[in-house]
């Protein structure tokens, strides 16, 4: 069940390409927290305010962190499951979602999916939780400025492909994730996964 947010929850299941309120079809489409396409005969949730469409993998991640509102169109509201047509639509949208935002435009887009590119300065793993900090600032505090946040919960999809964050200090990165602005340690990406991490250089 999804948990509490801004709106109402409401789950219904639909027929292939038939939720009432979204885009008739959405294979071949771009989930916004991952890039990755969503895939003809695949089972997605569906916003229902702004139509946009997640793998599960995906929508559990923005229950467990960011309330379950839609990194879309930012609102908790009606949902549904929808079980793509057979056939990819014949010219999918464009993935708007996935230009790169400059570190200047962040502020805009908190609690919504991004694309950043940057250089990796320093990497700090907390010995209280083992969460990963991929800083791209030089604040000489190890939790504060602006990085990348790899929960000790989701270390365990980097392991599994051999990938260790701490390699990406000195690396150029083009990283797609959540945008969260922290209390007290200000704005941070969180990836689903080492997949929604590019090395450009």
């Known amino acids: 069940m999804p948990r509490k ?17 979204a885009p008739p079809d959405l294979a071949g489409c771009v989930d ?15 916003c229902l305010s702004c139509g946009t469409g997640y793998h599960q993998a995906s929508w559990d991640f923005l229950l467990a962190h960011n309330a379950g509102a839609c990194c879309n169109c930012r609102f908790t509201s009606e949902l549904t ?3 793509l047509g057979l056939q990819a639509a014949a010219a999918p949208a464009a993935d708007e979602r996935g230009k790169i935002v400059r570190l200047e435009d962040l502020p805009g887009h908190v609690n919504m999916a991004v694309v950043f590119e940057g250089k ?14 991929v800083k791209f600032h030089g604040d000489s505090n190890p939790f504060k400025g602006f990085k990348l946040v790899i ?16 390699t990406y200090v000195g690396q150029t990165l083009q990283a797609r994730g959540l945008l969260k602005d922290h209390p ?6 969180l990836p689903k996964s080492p997949d929604a991490i590019k090395i450009i250089h």
Do not use: K, M, N
């Not at 990796?120 to 900090?133: E, I, N, Q, R």
């Open 120 to 133: 990796v300065l320093s990497h700090h793993v907390s010995a209280a939780t083992g969460t990963h900090f």
């Open 151 to 166: 929960f000790a919960s989701e270390v365990h999809r980097w392991l599994r492909v051999a990938q260790d964050p701490a």
């Open 184 to 189: 007290r340690y200000g704005l941070e990406i």
């Open 32 to 46: 916004p927290l991952d890039g990755t396409l969503l895939e003809p005969g695949e089972r997605v949730v569906v």
């Open 81 to 83: 499951y929808v079980v």
């Open 5 to 21: 947010g801004r709106g109402v929850i409401r789950w219904e299941e639909s027929s292939p390409g038939q939720a009432a309120g």
